[in-house]
């Protein structure tokens, strides 16, 4: 169905932006990727028809509706799904954060499986059914139901519990100051990205002209009637094809987010609820004790490296080697284009490049793998290696800076090219 009504740039000209912004916003943890380079202008459109048979409303008013949503008890099923190209990340996302992946956990090891750092991470591939429940800012709990087993986050209060069915461990973090919450994983069970309105709202977050929004029909979501918000970018180059929201016409909750590639295909991330309730769930779904003969790993047993990210002897050769690495070290990052086209520019810890064949940096078998994970691509720059996702592309080149966005390969080799 096409879009209603005529496109209209309502950004005032001259609006400043910002040249710098954090890391974070372009770090790739999945779920976030995608909808954090999703800046949208706003363009007037009605919804005159579908099923079921909504008012009229226009995109401002929708998004305004989504804006002024205050939903703050729910429980229900989400079904979630993921497809970036890319291989299971649960045990690799352990491996990175310091935590319960792989040889790091259990007897004699490192972390815990019940740990939220590695474990939320599994939503980043394949489809997933999550059972989710909320009431008010300080209750909430998400659970990943397998076939056989669960495992569930609950914040209750100052408390956060991770509960691993399968292993029977649990993890334990207690406390609100904010390196705690990083590190506990208390911010991933406040913050998690894992319902249509966490993702909604990371797309919404800014405002501009390199993108249309319409309101394109309506939709019934979980038995609810909705309204469908596409979002679509203006610019050329992005990997972004297209971004739709249906939104609960009553609330004013999103109940299903879909982005869809470029290059088409299916979604690269599709989550929506399956079935949902409004109203406030029981007090003891918040409740936790975890069971006889489970493994209680408390968070500051797990180390520091959940938090502020210190590199062993041998991570990292030349400048910088065995210095604490934080956010606030990414200073130099740039910024080039913006909108959709935003790239990220910035230079890797010690000023170097990916290790190359007979550096003897890498065991010849390692080498081989990173060799198949990317492309060899080179210009005025010199040369580097393009990492591609059906999303998310990054060029590092052999002098160590990395480009990276929601961008096409060749927009990366450009931006280098112009950097030269």
């Given at each position: 169905?096409?879009?209603?009504?005529?496109?209209?740039?309502?950004?005032?000209?001259?609006?400043?932006?910002?040249?710098?912004?954090?890391?974070?916003?372009?770090?790739?943890?999945?779920?976030?990727?995608?909808?954090?380079?999703?800046?949208?202008?706003?363009?007037?459109?009605?919804?005159?028809?579908?099923?079921?048979?909504?008012?009229?409303?226009?995109?401002?008013?929708?998004?305004?509706?989504?804006?002024?949503?205050?939903?703050?008890?729910?429980?229900?099923?989400?079904?979630?799904?993921?497809?970036?190209?890319?291989?299971?990340?649960?045990?690799?996302?352990?491996?990175?954060?310091?935590?319960?992946?792989?040889?790091?956990?259990?007897?004699?090891?490192?972390?815990?499986?019940?740990?939220p750092a590695s474990k939320l991470m599994e939503l980043a591939s394949g489809?997933?059914?999550?059972?989710?429940?909320?009431?008010?800012?300080?209750?909430?709990?998400?659970?990943?139901?397998?076939?056989?087993?669960?495992?569930?986050?609950?914040?209750?209060?100052?408390?956060?519990?991770?509960?691993?069915?399968?292993?029977?461990?649990?993890?334990?973090?207690?406390?609100?100051?904010?390196?705690?919450?990083?590190?506990?994983?208390?911010?991933?069970?406040?913050?998690?990205?894992?319902?249509?309105?966490?993702?909604?709202?990371?797309?919404?977050?800014?405002?501009?002209?390199?993108?249309?929004?319409?309101?394109?029909?309506?939709?019934?979501?979980?038995?609810?009637?909705?309204?469908?918000?596409?979002?679509?970018?203006?610019?050329?180059?992005?990997?972004?094809?297209?971004?739709?929201?249906?939104?609960?016409?009553?609330?004013?909750?999103?109940?299903?987010?879909?982005?869809?590639?470029?290059?088409?295909?299916?979604?690269?991330?599709?989550?929506?609820?399956?079935?949902?309730?409004?109203?406030?769930?029981?007090a003891a779904t918040f409740d936790f004790t975890p069971p006889k003969g489970?493994?209680?790993?408390?968070?500051?047993?797990?180390?520091?490296?959940?938090?502020?990210?210190?590199?062993?002897?041998?991570?990292?050769?030349?400048?910088?080697?065995?210095?604490?690495?934080?956010?606030?070290?990414?200073?130099?990052?740039?910024?080039?284009?913006?909108?959709?086209?935003?790239?990220?520019?910035?230079?890797?810890?010690?000023?170097?490049?990916?290790?190359?064949?007979?550096?003897?940096?890498?065991?010849?078998?390692?080498?081989?793998?990173?060799?198949?994970?990317?492309?060899?691509?080179?210009?005025?720059?010199?040369?580097?290696?393009?990492?591609?996702?059906?999303?998310?592309?990054?060029?590092?080149?052999?002098?160590?800076?990395?480009?990276?966005?929601?961008?096409?390969?060749?927009?990366?080799?450009?931006?280098?090219?112009?950097?030269?």
């Amino acid at each position: 169905m096409a879009p209603y009504g005529p496109e209209q740039d309502t950004t005032e000209a001259g609006e400043p932006r910002a040249r710098r912004r954090k890391a974070s916003r372009y770090a790739v943890p999945v779920a976030v990727a995608g909808v954090a380079a999703a800046t949208i202008g706003l363009v007037p459109a009605l919804a005159t028809s579908g099923d079921p048979d909504l008012p009229k409303i226009t995109a401002q008013e929708l998004i305004e509706k989504i804006a002024a949503s205050d939903t703050q008890r729910l429980s229900g099923h989400v079904k979630i799904s993921t497809d970036l190209g890319l291989p299971s990340m649960g045990g690799l996302a352990g491996g990175v954060a310091g935590g319960g992946g792989g040889a790091g956990r259990g007897e004699g090891g490192e972390g815990s499986a019940a740990d939220p750092a590695s474990k939320l991470m599994e939503l980043a591939s394949g489809t997933h059914t999550l059972r989710v429940a909320a009431d008010g800012p300080d209750k909430q709990k998400v659970s990943v139901l397998g076939d056989a087993s669960e495992y569930s986050l609950i914040h209750n209060g100052d408390e956060v519990w991770g509960y691993d069915s399968a292993s029977n461990e649990a993890y334990h973090a207690q406390g609100a100051d904010e390196g705690a919450e990083r590190r506990s994983g208390k911010g991933a069970a406040k913050g998690l990205p894992a319902t249509p309105k966490d993702l909604a709202e990371q797309a919404l977050k800014a405002v501009d002209g390199t993108t249309s929004v319409t309101v394109d029909g309506t939709a019934q979501v979980a038995g609810r009637d909705a309204y469908r918000l596409v979002v679509k970018p203006k610019q050329s180059g992005s990997t972004v094809g297209q971004i739709t929201v249906a939104v609960d016409a009553e609330t004013g909750t999103p109940l299903k987010f879909t982005l869809t590639p470029a290059s088409g295909g299916a979604a690269v991330i599709d989550a929506g609820f399956t079935k949902v309730d409004f109203g406030k769930p029981s007090a003891a779904t918040f409740d936790f004790t975890p069971p006889k003969g489970a493994k209680v790993t408390e968070a500051d047993e797990r180390g520091a490296r959940g938090g502020d990210f210190k590199p062993k002897d041998g991570d990292f050769k030349g400048k910088g080697e065995g210095k604490e690495f934080k956010e606030e070290d990414l200073n130099d990052l740039r910024v080039i284009g913006e909108g959709w086209d935003s790239i990220a520019e910035l230079k890797l810890p010690g000023g170097q490049g990916l290790p190359t064949a007979g550096s003897g940096d890498v065991p010849p078998d390692a080498q081989k793998l990173l060799d198949s994970l990317g492309d060899k691509v080179s210009g005025e720059f010199g040369s580097g290696t393009v990492f591609s996702t059906r999303l998310i592309n990054a060029l590092v080149t052999d002098d160590g800076t990395v480009y990276a966005g929601a961008v096409t390969k060749d927009a990366l080799v450009k931006a280098a090219n112009a950097a030269h």
